[in-house]
T-cell receptor, first 113, second 113 residues
Framework: DTAVSQTPKYLVTQMGNDKSIKCEQN?????MYWYKQDSKKFLKIMFS???????INETVPNRFSPKSPDKAHLNLHINSLELGDSAVYFC????????????FGNGTRLTVT | AQTVTQSQPEMSVQEAETVTLSCTYD???????LFWYKQPPSRQMILVIR??????QNATENRFSVNFQKAAKSFSLKISDSQLGDAAMYFC??????????FGKGTHLIIQP
């Protein structure tokens, strides 16, 4: 009965490959997010979706594309992986955009070799 | 743009003692919220405490409390009776407007037995 679940937990792949990370939340939240945590532990928002509409898109390369088939899912697709994409990627959800805390998944450690 | 600054990359405290983690922020929003998240070595992101900016009363959660100084844009976290399980990265975060949550760079808290 995990609230926010993301798979896989670990992902090791070679440069140039395309990969996806899946995320599902069973909290009934309206907004879902993807965050990137770099090697220095800095967390930066990549995307958020509210009722299947993209509402934030920070300066993220267009190789990264979020896809939300429904309110409970927000998957992250990454094309042509680069070494610099190695990081921990967190999915999160919240009840609304202002004030509600984020509930995080356990993260996916992506290693690009 | 919103910014969150945590000026202490690392803090150390003896078990059972009290420690305060600093956080300052900047925002042009009038309605915003502040959070502290804990990230233990398991890398799970755990909500510690939440503060509404319009409330003058400082939030408390058991051994965790904040000192919220709105005019100074300061939001420090006090951990009383530190326990070994408190060892983690602590992130201060600011939420408001359309930018999701903005995180500080984190403070690594070490508990000395």
């Amino acid at each position: 009965d995990t609230a926010v679940s993301q798979t896989p937990k670990y992902l090791v792949t070679q440069m140039g490959n395309d990969k996806s990370i899946k995320c599902e939340q069973n909290l009934g939240h309206d907004t879902m997010y993807w965050y990137k945590q770099d090697s220095k532990k800095f967390l930066k928002i990549m995307f958020s979706y509210n009722n299947k509409e993209l509402i934030i898109n920070e300066t993220v390369p267009n190789r990264f594309s979020p896809k939300s088939p429904d309110k409970a899912h927000l998957n992250l697709h990454i094309n042509s992986l680069e070494l610099g994409d190695s990081a921990v990627y967190f999915c999160a959800s919240s009840q609304d955009r202002i004030g509600s805390p984020l509930h995080f998944g356990n993260g996916t450690r992506l290693t690009v070799t | 743009a919103q910014t969150v600054t945590q000026s202490q990359p690392e803090m150390s405290v003896q078990e059972a003692e009290t420690v305060t983690l600093s956080c300052t922020y900047d925002t042009s929003e009038s309605d915003y919220y502040l959070f502290w998240y804990k990230q233990p070595p398991s890398r799970q992101m755990i909500l510690v405490i939440r503060q509404e900016a319009y409330k003058q009363q400082n939030a408390t959660e058991n051994r965790f409390s904040v000192n919220f100084q709105k005019a100074a844009k300061s939001f420090s976290l006090k951990i009383s009776d530190s326990q070994l399980g408190d060892a983690a990265m602590y992130f201060c975060a600011l939420g408001g407007g359309a930018d999701g949550l903005t995180f500080g760079k984190g403070t690594h808290l070490i508990i000395q037995p």
